[in-house]
């Protein structure tokens, strides 16, 4: 499976911004798939993980109610709708498949996208 993600950019803080992640090959829908980010000299965050079929989602705190992911398995694609950004929700922001959808391992991992909030 390989993953691109993309959709990032410049918005201002309290600003939206929707990340989108395409997955290539036929077997997506048997991945749950996650959202990390990674802001400049800090470790790797985990934002997010929806369910294989999209019915379960479970968010880090520090985006809960502002994030949502999505995902349409017609389309091979997964997306992270952000609100309320915030200047510490600047980071790169990548998109990972796992078998499982509890934790935060993962099997496949995409390139990322820059998203910059400026206050």
């Known amino acids: 499976v390989q993953l691109q993600a993309s959709g990032g950019g410049l918005v201002q803080a309290g600003g939206s911004l929707r990340l989108s992640c395409v997955a290539s090959?036929?077997?997506?829908?048997?991945?749950?798939m996650r959202w990390f980010r990674q802001a400049p000299g800090k470790e790797r965050e985990f934002v997010g993980t929806?369910?294989?079929?999209?019915?379960?989602?479970t968010y880090a705190d520090s985006v809960k109610g502002r994030f949502t992911i999505s995902r349409d398995n017609a389309k091979n694609t997964v997306s992270l709708q952000m609100n309320s950004l915030k200047s510490e929700d600047t980071a790169v922001y990548y998109c990972?498949?796992?078998?499982?959808?509890?934790?935060?391992?993962?099997?496949?991992w995409g390139q990322g996208t820059l998203v910059t909030v400026s206050s």
């Open positions: 929806i369910s294989s079929s999209g019915g379960s989602t």
């Open positions: 990972a498949a796992a078998l499982y959808y509890g934790g935060t391992s993962y099997n496949y």
């Open positions: 090959g036929n077997t997506f829908s048997r991945y749950a």
